[in-house]
């Protein structure tokens, strides 16, 4: 359960961290190593050379306004589950963090880093595509801004290209009328969902319903978020739930491994559909409510 | 950069800042902190469970904030204040109120694990002064125990923060938490 031998390196600015890349294609990035350093301790893993970026202190910031939050590589999960602003610009961030692992993995975890890991049975790439976020990259031929759309192409497989660099992310605010709720089911508090969704319900001027949408975790391969809108013409009610729940099982693959059978994720996915969806239907008319008296 | 003698492999001199005290140590980049610890400065109070994360035993904290330190390199952790269990004791070297707690509610029973839950809950109470049961399970919920079902490590979180509030108020708990 140790690694094997690498070589080191901490930079102190991005551009030392980007050449050093740059010059090292086979290196890894380390940044929270939480997923990283289990990897390379179980020998699943196995990197040359390991180039720290805990000492770039320009990654570490949150930066939230009425368009949404910034946040760069170091910012750790428990930083911006704590973060009151981002929370107000963005209540999807606080409800998914809270189901990121353990309050003791949050401390050192980064959610960037937690995104370009690309584990779907991750939250946090779900949640980046169910916003549509972007991630900005950088490498010593600049920078580009990639959409969560266009990043996750496998199973912990993203379009960051050889030398570059995850530096940070955005996520567009929560508009107005707008509700969300995220839950999942571990076998255990913390550990990896079987299932778990987060959904971003739309509400018309008059209370109807505008837009359903639902970002599934550990049911595929990559992140994937359905448009369930169609199955509510006529608003939330028991029957419209089902049928959620059998469109977004057309679109999902949930695979049977020692943790649970393909069908129990199956009708955790069901379950799951009905459930969040109603808290973010309850969220939603919350706002709503809040925005109209306000 | 030198070699290590034994394994022919290079090492770097780090220093390690841990209980108050700075350490140096000669060692690989891929030494795990929790290994440096023990192996290299002979705090064995820090204990190896899983070993990727899972188990919390190894808990310290870097910079009052609870983390694993098998998830962790030394040659990374340089920057940091570094509490582990053994820096949790009163300044006269009594025991500190989390680890008196845990002996008055018979928190542990072999103690393999208990390090991890001293180091956490130190942490956790100076978060939240006054947890109920709910809020101390939560709080314990990233750490594994195999002997005691739980039920006596909760009521010690309970008694540990009993005692830091008591400390509190006589006004001698400014050492604890670091």
Same mark, same amino acid.
């Given at each position: 359960?140790?690694?094997?031998?690498?070589?080191?390196?901490?930079?102190?600015?991005?551009?030392?961290?980007?050449?050093?890349?740059?010059?090292?294609?086979?290196?890894?990035?380390?940044?929270?190593?939480?997923?990283?350093?289990?990897?390379?301790?179980?020998?699943?893993?196995?990197?040359?050379?390991?180039?720290?970026?805990? +000492?770039?202190?320009?990654?570490?910031?949150?930066? %939230?306004?009425?368009?949404?939050?910034?946040?760069?590589?170091?910012?750790?999960?428990?930083?911006l589950h704590a973060h009151e602003e981002a929370r107000r *610009?963005?209540?999807?961030?606080?409800?998914?963090?809270?189901?990121?692992?353990? =309050?003791?993995?949050?401390?050192? /975890?980064?959610?960037?880093?937690?995104?370009?890991?690309?584990?779907?049975?991750?939250?946090?790439?779900?949640?980046?595509?169910?916003?549509?976020?972007?991630?900005?990259?950088?490498?010593?031929?600049?920078?580009?801004?990639? =959409?969560?759309?266009?990043?996750?192409?496998?199973?912990?497989?993203?379009?960051?290209?050889?030398?570059?660099?995850?530096?940070?992310?955005?996520?567009?605010a929560l508009p107005a009328r707008h509700g969300i709720a995220?839950?999942?089911?571990?076998?255990?508090? /913390?550990?990896? =969902?079987?299932?778990?969704?987060?959904?971003?319900?739309?509400?018309?001027?008059?209370?109807?319903?505008?837009?359903?949408?639902? +970002?599934?975790?550990?049911?595929?391969?990559?992140?994937?978020?359905?448009?369930?809108?169609?199955?509510?013409?006529?608003?939330? #009610?028991?029957?419209?739930? *089902?049928?959620?729940?059998?469109? %977004?099982?057309?679109?999902?693959?949930?695979?049977?491994?020692?943790?649970?059978?393909?069908?129990?994720?199956?009708?955790?996915?069901?379950?799951?559909?009905?459930?969040?969806?109603?808290?973010?239907?309850? #969220? %939603?008319?919350?706002?709503?409510?809040?925005? *109209?008296?306000? | 950069?030198?070699?290590?003698?034994?394994?022919?492999?290079? @090492?770097?001199?780090?220093?390690?800042? @841990?209980?108050?005290?700075?350490?140096?140590?000669? @060692?690989?980049?891929?030494?795990?902190?929790?290994?440096?610890?023990?192996?290299?400065?002979?705090?064995?109070?820090?204990?190896?469970?899983?070993?990727?994360?899972?188990?919390?035993?190894?808990?310290?904290?870097?910079?009052?904030?609870?983390?694993?330190?098998?998830?962790?390199?030394?040659?990374?952790?340089?920057?940091y204040e570094l509490t582990t269990v053994e820096g949790l004791?009163?300044?006269?070297?009594?025991?500190?109120? @989390?680890?008196?707690?845990?002996?008055?509610?018979?928190?542990?029973?072999?103690?393999?694990?208990?390090?991890?839950?001293?180091?956490?809950?130190?942490?956790?109470?100076?978060?939240?002064?006054?947890?109920?049961?709910?809020?101390?399970?939560?709080?314990?919920?990233?750490?594994?125990?195999?002997?005691?079902?739980?039920?006596?490590?909760?009521?010690?979180?309970?008694?540990?923060?009993?005692?830091?509030?008591?400390?509190?108020?006589?006004?001698?708990?400014?050492?604890?938490?670091?």
């Amino acid at each position: 359960m140790k690694p094997a031998a690498f070589t080191f390196q901490r930079p102190t600015e991005l551009s030392e961290a980007l050449a050093a890349y740059a010059a090292n294609p086979g290196a890894k990035i380390l940044a929270g190593g939480q997923s990283l350093i289990p990897l390379m301790s179980m020998r699943l893993t196995t990197v040359s050379e390991l180039i720290d970026i805990n +000492g770039i202190g320009e990654l570490s910031f949150i930066e %939230a306004s009425e368009a949404g939050v910034r946040f760069g590589a170091l910012a750790r999960h428990a930083e911006l589950h704590a973060h009151e602003e981002a929370r107000r *610009v963005q209540p999807m961030l606080h409800a998914a963090l809270s189901h990121v692992a353990h =309050a003791t993995i949050r401390n050192r /975890g980064t959610t960037v880093g937690s995104i370009v890991h690309a584990d779907a049975s991750g939250e946090m790439p779900v949640v980046l595509t169910l916003l549509g976020g972007t991630l900005t990259v950088a490498s010593t031929e600049g920078r580009r801004e990639i =959409a969560a759309d266009d990043l996750f192409i496998g199973p912990l497989e993203t379009a960051l290209e050889s030398g570059e660099i995850a530096v940070e992310a955005f996520v567009p605010a929560l508009p107005a009328r707008h509700g969300i709720a995220f839950d999942e089911i571990a076998r255990r508090h /913390g550990d990896y =969902a079987l299932c778990g969704l987060g959904v971003v319900l739309g509400l018309t001027e008059d209370g109807g319903i505008e837009s359903v949408r639902a +970002g599934y975790i550990s049911v595929t391969e990559t992140p994937i978020v359905v448009d369930l809108t169609e199955c509510f013409p006529d608003g939330i #009610d028991a029957s419209s739930l *089902v049928a959620a729940g059998e469109k %977004a099982l057309e679109q999902l693959e949930p695979e049977g491994d020692i943790h649970a059978s393909a069908e129990y994720r199956a009708q955790l996915a069901r379950t799951l559909t009905a459930r969040v969806i109603t808290a973010a239907h309850a #969220d %939603a008319k919350a706002r709503l409510f809040q925005e *109209v008296t306000a | 950069m030198t070699m290590s003698p034994t394994t022919a492999e290079p @090492v770097e001199t780090i220093r390690l800042r @841990v209980n108050g005290v700075t350490h140096e140590a000669q @060692v690989p980049p891929r030494r795990l902190l929790s290994d440096a610890l023990r192996h290299d400065l002979g705090l064995t109070g820090t204990h190896v469970g899983c070993e990727h994360g899972v188990c919390g035993a190894c808990t310290i904290l870097v910079d009052g904030q609870p983390m694993r330190s098998c998830l962790m390199f030394a040659v990374s952790a340089q920057d940091y204040e570094l509490t582990t269990v053994e820096g949790l004791t009163r300044p006269d070297g009594s025991l500190g109120p @989390v680890q008196q707690a845990f002996k008055d509610c018979h928190g542990l029973q072999c103690g393999f694990c208990t390090p991890g839950f001293i180091t956490t809950i130190t942490a956790g109470i100076a978060e939240n002064p006054d947890p109920d049961r709910a809020e101390a399970r939560d709080m314990i919920s990233g750490n594994l125990c195999r002997c005691t079902g739980y039920q006596n490590i909760v009521a010690s979180v309970l008694r540990a923060a009993e005692i830091q509030r008591e400390d509190a108020q006589n006004g001698d708990g400014e050492e604890q938490g670091r």
